[in-house]
């Protein structure tokens, strides 16, 4: 083994040789190439919908000349960065071989060797992708930097461009943010917690976690120490000095704007049209469906309805459903606590939102909101011997046959397994796949139960394709994509394809405002009956819950809002936590559409659709004797009647 790692070791020198000599040549002839731009290189504006910019990356006006920014934090940053920084020319060969020979060693990657220059190569302008041509032209610009700039240009432009979390790029916005002081101003111990973020924003943000921070710090104080800028003394001191950051304070900023900028930017690098390097395009200009009202309002309400000592977590995504456009999204409560962006990532058992894609499939078979099923404990036995036996909330059921509406209302366990098993488990996934979910969905008897895990924006488009009346769409946050000069990159393509029929979407839409009515109070209480005398607009309503998962996914003509809470742990929800969802949902959704009537976001009635009075809960037509009534919407041909059968008689031959 010793002689393997020496052999392996020798031709890494003889590979640094060659790089070396390579570099050497390479040098010249940068030198006398054209010179590479780098004060506007891969600068960044995203606009909201109103055109208005929510973030400028880069293209920040708080750039600082280097004799502006505080001598601590530039040692600091060198010391901890690039302590050879004004000696090489672009790579530091000797700490090239140092965490070469460490990492091959111990067998994995423990140090990293990119100097300054080489980080600001790659943010500058190259994507962040793991592979050989990424390496290739970062060595390339690396050099075509040194050769075109002096140090102190370089290091300026690093430090005014380098991200210190929070969406803040350049120390002067840093220093700002965190400290409320110019770059200038900072003292050692606030320069060393701020040169540490730019290694992990989303770990050694103090303000997200400050231990680490601490941690961090320490290691920076020490490697000044060792570079002979600072005493044992000014770090001790310095480490113990209190910091009082006043980004906690701050009340004008959005916490949840980034989880939306960190959606864009996922979404820019799926963009085959976005060339990986920026250098001939020397920045974008990236047009969102931001809607600023809307995220605020997801922000306030998310505030005001979960306790602030609560760990509980969120995520929520507003919708155009006719083009599938993003138009507001939070990832969890609070960016500066936690930067995982659930609304992007998470994939969570959806519980009975599941249903309304089992409805729709049953709709499609011939069954009317007024088919009914039995509301009845049952125990499913299968040819292979299992027996399944799935439970009502609260174990509470109507001992009586229910109507497909008033199986929507309560939400009944029962009747959706019913219908789930009677059309054939692959009815459900057909019309899942129709309109984009394409989560694993198994084809088991459990699954309208949401016993699947799906993302919320995946599930929030799927949705969408009912309440623009059968079109799929395709999620996104970006519009369109310009570069410095005008030219764009990318626009979306909003044509999308019908997929279901319009009037049983029609029909579905109207049979989920019944879950918060109170014409459907009988045995059972309708699962979102309290939001009744909240709601100003009519809305299509449907929750769902799982041990660890609470749902609230409701939408008219104009806009959806999709609301998950839960814990990071997958712990189970106290039902008292039920609430939080709910009125997160319908405070954001009635918000957004206060300054609309209900007439111009709800739906007209096809012309081959009928409306007509039944008995809310059996769903029959109604008599002289029929208590309550409530108007339900059927393809013409296809209203009830007082004969037609429960199909659990036509199961069983009765």
């Known amino acids: 083994m010793k002689r393997f790692r020496k052999f392996i070791f020798n031709m890494f020198k003889i590979i640094i040789c060659f790089v070396v000599t390579f570099i050497c040549i390479g040098f010249l002839y940068v030198k006398f190439s054209p010179k590479v731009i780098i004060n506007t290189a891969n600068s960044m504006v995203l606009y909201d919908s109103n055109n208005e910019s929510f973030f400028k990356g880069s293209e920040s006006k708080e750039w600082i000349s280097l004799d502006d920014i505080s001598d601590h934090l530039i040692n600091a940053t060198i010391s901890t960065e690039d302590k050879h920084f004004y000696k090489h020319f672009g790579f530091d060969f000797l700490r090239i071989l140092k965490a070469c020979y460490i990492n091959i060693k111990n067998g994995k990657t423990l140090q990293g060797a990119s100097t300054i220059t080489q980080q600001y ?35 300026e432009g690093y430090l005014n461009t380098i991200n210190y979390g929070h969406g803040k790029y350049g120390i002067e916005n840093a220093s700002k943010y965190y400290f409320n002081k110019s770059a200038s101003e900072l003292s050692l111990a606030e320069a060393s917690i701020l040169s540490g973020i730019p290694k992990s924003p989303s770990n050694y943000s103090p303000i997200v976690n400050f231990e680490l921070a601490k941690e961090r710090q320490y290691i920076i104080l020490k490697l000044m120490v060792e570079n002979g800028v600072i005493t044992e003394k000014e770090m001790n001191d310095a480490y113990n000095t209190e910091l009082i950051f006043v980004a906690n304070n701050e009340k004008d900023e959005l916490s949840t704007i980034m989880y939306y900028y960190d959606a864009v930017m996922d979404e820019l690098e799926t963009i085959e049209s976005i060339p990986n390097s920026y250098n001939n395009i020397n920045g974008l200009k990236i047009y969102t469906n931001l809607d600023i009202n809307a995220q605020k309002e997801l922000e306030k309400n998310i505030a005001d309805s979960i306790p602030s000592d609560s760990s509980i977590q969120t995520s929520a995504v507003m919708m155009n459903p006719k083009t599938g456009g993003i138009i507001a999204l939070v990832g969890g409560r609070d960016y500066n606590k936690s930067s995982y962006n659930r609304a992007t990532s ?39 011997q299992e027996d399944y036996s799935p439970k009502n909330y609260n174990n509470v059921y109507g001992e009586k046959p229910i109507s497909m509406a008033a199986a929507v209302a309560y939400s009944d366990n029962i009747y959706a397994v019913k219908t789930h098993l009677f059309l054939g488990t692959d009815a459900l996934v057909n019309v899942a796949r129709r309109v984009g979910i394409n989560a694993k969905l198994e084809e088991v008897p459990s699954l309208p139960l949401g016993t699947n895990e799906i993302n919320i924006i995946e599930l929030s488009a799927g949705y969408a394709a009912f309440a623009n009346l059968g079109y799929k769409v395709s999620p996104h946050l970006i519009k369109k994509v310009v570069d410095s000069k005008g030219n764009v990159l ?9 997929v279901l029929n319009s009037s049983l979407a029609f029909i579905l839409n109207n049979m989920l405002t019944v879950t918060y009515d109170p014409l459907f109070i009988d045995y059972n209480y ?3 009956v309290s939001l009744a005398p909240k709601l100003t607009h009519t809305y299509s309503l449907k929750s769902g819950t799982t041990y660890g998962d609470n749902w609230n996914i409701g939408y008219n003509s104009d806009v959806l809002c999709a609301v998950w809470v839960g814990y990071d742990d997958n712990r189970v929800l106290d039902t008292s936590e039920y609430k939080y969802s709910q009125n997160i949902w319908y405070k954001s959704i009635e918000a957004y559409e206060s300054d609309k009537s209900n007439d111009e976001v709800w739906y007209n009635v096809p012309k081959n659709v009928s409306g007509m009075f039944v008995d809310p809960i059996s769903g029959k037509p109604i008599t002289n004797e029929t208590d309550k009534k409530k108007l339900m919407y059927f393809i013409k041909g296809t209203e009830p009647e007082v004969t037609d059968p429960v199909f659990d008689e036509i199961l069983t031959g009765n």
């Open 121 to 155: 190569a790659k943010n500058l302008f190259l994507d962040f992708d793991k592979t050989w041509k990424r390496k290739w032209d970062e060595l390339w610009y690396t050099l075509r930097i040194e050769a075109n700039y002096k140090k102190d240009e370089i290091l």
């Open 526 to 528: 309708p699962t979102g």
């Open 346 to 384: 998470s994939l969570r058992q959806v519980g009975s939102t599941m249903k309304p894609f089992l409805y729709y499939a049953a709709l499609e078979n011939g069954f009317t909101t007024s088919s009914s099923f039995t509301s009845e404990a049952t125990t499913f036995s299968f040819n292979d």
């Open 490 to 498: 990318y626009e979306v393509d909003n044509n999308n394809d019908l």
